[in-house]
C-alpha cells in the first residue's frame, strides 16, 4: 500500500520563522506535490516536482519555496512565515502520466 | 488560466436520497479527470478516475461519474445515499503536464 508520510499532524510557529514541513513517498513516485486546504477554497497547489532536484509553480507559490533532493522526499519551505499562510497542508505523490495521487494525512500550520 | 469548479458549496440530503455533485473544468487540452472523497478526519483517498475511453466510469461504495467533454464537466452520482457518505467531495483535473488542479470541493452531509 501506498504510504506518504508527512513529519507532522500538527505544528505552532511564529510570525517570521523559517518553517520546513517535510513529505515522504515509498512507492518510487517520479510526481510530488504540495497543497493547502482551506475552507471553502478546496485544495490549492502551491508546488509540485516531477523529478529530482525539479520543480514547477503552482498557483500560490508566493512565500512558499520547495525543495527535492531525493526523490523519496519533498520538502516546503516558508521562508518567513506569516499569520495568512496558517493552514491545513497536504503532500500527494503520483506516477507520471495518467495515474491518480496518494495523499498524505496533512500538517495543521498554525502561525501566531 | 486552468480551473475547476463544482457547483454546490454543501450540499444537505436524507438518506436514500440521489446524489449529484457538479464539476466544470476549464482547460482546452488532453485532460485526466477525477473525484476524490474526504472523511471527516481523514485524507484524501479516490473514488474513481477517468482517463480514456467509457465516458461513464464506476468508481468505489457505488459511484458513478460521467464525462461530457462538450461541456466541459464530470458529474458525481449515486442513486442512494448513506450516512456514511457525509464526506468531503472534490472534483480534480489532471492537464497533460501532470499539474493536478482541484476545485473547492463540496461538503455532502447525509441525514440518517
Known amino acids: 500500500d501506498v504510504k506518504v508520510t508527512q513529519s507532522s499532524r500538527y505544528l505552532v510557529k511564529r510570525t517570521g520563522e523559517k518553517v520546513f514541513l517535510e513529505c515522504v513517498q515509498d512507492m518510487d513516485h517520479e510526481n510530488m506535490f504540495w497543497y493547502r486546504q482551506d475552507p471553502g477554497l478546496g485544495l490549492r497547489l502551491i508546488y509540485f516536482s516531477y523529478d529530482v532536484k525539479m520543480k514547477e509553480k503552482g498557483d500560490i507559490p508566493e512565500g512558499y519555496s520547495v525543495s527535492r533532493e531525493k526523490k523519496e522526499r519533498f520538502s516546503l519551505i516558508l521562508e518567513s512565515a506569516s499569520t495568512n499562510q496558517t493552514s491545513m497542508y497536504l503532500c500527494?505523490?503520483?506516477?507520471?502520466?495518467?495515474?491518480?495521487?496518494?495523499f498524505g494525512d496533512g500538517t495543521r500550520l498554525s502561525i501566531l | 488560466a486552468q480551473s475547476v469548479s463544482q457547483h454546490n458549496h454543501h450540499v444537505i440530503l436524507s438518506e436514500a436520497a440521489s446524489l449529484e455533485l457538479g464539476c466544470n473544468y476549464s482547460y482546452g487540452g488532453t485532460v485526466n479527470l477525477f473525484w476524490y472523497v474526504q472523511y471527516p478526519g481523514q485524507h484524501l483517498q479516490l473514488l474513481l478516475k477517468?482517463?480514456?475511453?467509457?465516458?461513464l466510469v464506476k468508481g468505489i461504495k457505488g459511484f458513478e461519474a460521467e464525462f461530457i467533454k462538450s461541456k466541459f464537466s464530470f458529474n458525481l452520482r449515486k442513486p442512494s445515499v448513506q450516512w456514511s457518505d457525509t464526506a468531503e467531495y472534490f472534483c480534480a483535473v489532471k492537464t497533460s503536464y501532470d499539474k493536478v488542479i482541484f476545485g473547492p470541493g463540496t461538503s455532502l452531509s447525509v441525514i440518517p
Open positions: 500527494a505523490s503520483s506516477f507520471i502520466g495518467n495515474q491518480p495521487q496518494h
Open positions: 477517468y482517463f480514456s475511453g467509457d465516458p
